[in-house]
């Protein structure tokens, strides 16, 4: 079975820190991705990366950075948190040839205060 | 921008019920995918569709594409406390990422 693990399930925070989070994946693949869900808006695509050290900006990129120094592992960093920035953050992986189907970690709650 | 909507938002009915869940859309879909999101949870998929008219059967659940592949249904048969979840529909446009689209999902809770 695919493994997408986040390293935190909850997350308080600070305005104004440097806020990372960690995903890895178990199974080798090449693309993952970093969404955010808040009620009423669905999942947005903040960013994504096709291979070690590539990204591309999703849908809501602003106050966002990634980094893909490890096939397995996508971080995302927020480097100035801020109240609009509390949400459900969900990773995701997949593999080049079906990169339409995606594998979720379990999502991260962060909360800035 | 491609957009994808399901009906109904929320849905609360009792166990034994039938129910429809829609997912609507204006564009045509390579694949479109359906996930089941538990609270505090990811969205797991249950299964993708493909081919215009096919339907697709995962126990209790049956999934459907359109025939032009541009929206998609799931339908509960006798749902249980255990169907309760976020349900969300997803479609792929056939390249990339960001040929990837999301609706907003289907609330639907079962009481016993």
């Known amino acids: 079975d695919v493994k997408v693990t986040q390293s935190s399930r909850y997350l308080v925070k600070r305005t104004g820190e440097k806020v990372f989070l960690e995903c890895v994946q178990d199974m080798d693949h090449e693309n993952m991705f970093w969404y955010r869900q808040d009620p009423g808006l669905g999942l947005r695509l903040i960013y994504f990366?096709?291979?070690?050290?590539?990204?591309e900006k999703g849908d809501i990129p602003e106050g966002y950075s990634v980094s893909r120094e490890k096939k397995e592992r996508f971080s995302l960093i927020l480097e100035s948190a801020s109240t609009n920035q509390t949400s459900m953050y969900l990773c995701a992986s997949n593999t080049r040839g079906r990169w339409d189907i995606q594998y979720f970690g379990a999502g991260t709650r962060l909360s800035v205060l | 921008t491609q957009l994808l909507e399901q009906s109904p938002q929320f849905l609360s009915i009792q166990e034994g019920e039938n129910l429809t869940v829609y997912c609507n859309s204006s564009s045509v879909f390579s694949s479109l995918q359906w996930y089941r999101q538990e609270p505090g949870e990811g969205p797991v998929l249950l299964v993708t569709v493909v081919t215009g008219g096919e339907v697709k059967k995962l126990k209790r659940l049956t999934f459907q594409f359109g025939d032009a592949r541009k929206d998609s249904s799931l339908h509960i048969t006798a749902a249980q406390p255990g169907d309760t979840g976020l349900y969300l529909c997803a479609g792929a446009t056939g390249g990339g990422a960001d040929g990837l689209t999301f609706g907003k999902g289907t609330h639907l809770i079962i009481q016993p």
């Open positions: 990366s096709y291979d070690v050290k590539m990204k």
